[in-house]
């Protein structure tokens, strides 16, 4: 199995900085892409930024310009550095990964880490 430890989670004023990183272990074969998602109160779970195996990347259009996904591929970890941060980003957010074995896709989730953005 994969197992996705995130971390650099916590509180903020607005305006505000944080990176957060998501390191993989376990049974990994063929990364295909690994991302943010994000869930607050009483909201579904969604895409924040997502970058392929190919170096191709997405981001919902309420952080453009603000968060950055990066990748260390030799230590299959994913960074989100997230800047000029607002109240309405608080969330929890979840680290995600997509692998490709023998044809068919897994997907994988991380436990969360809360996001908190006073005004």
């Known amino acids: 199995q994969v197992q996705l430890v995130e971390s650099g989670g916590g509180l903020v004023q607005a305006g505000g900085s944080l990176r957060l990183s998501c390191s993989a272990s376990g049974r990994l074969f063929s990364i295909n892409a690994m991302g943010w998602y994000r869930q607050a109160p009483g909201k579904q779970r969604e895409l924040v930024a997502r970058?392929?195996?190919?170096?191709?990347?997405n981001y919902v259009d309420s952080v453009k310009g603000r968060f950055t996904i990066s990748r260390d591929n030799a230590k299959n970890t994913v960074y989100l550095q997230m800047n000029s941060l607002k109240p309405e980003d608080t969330a929890v957010y979840y680290c995600?990964?997509?692998?490709?074995?023998?044809?068919?896709?897994?997907?994988?989730w991380g436990q969360g880490t809360q996001v908190t953005v006073s005004s």
């Open positions: 995600n990964l997509r692998q490709r074995i023998m044809q068919s896709e897994y997907e994988y």
């Open positions: 970058i392929t195996s190919g170096g191709n990347i």
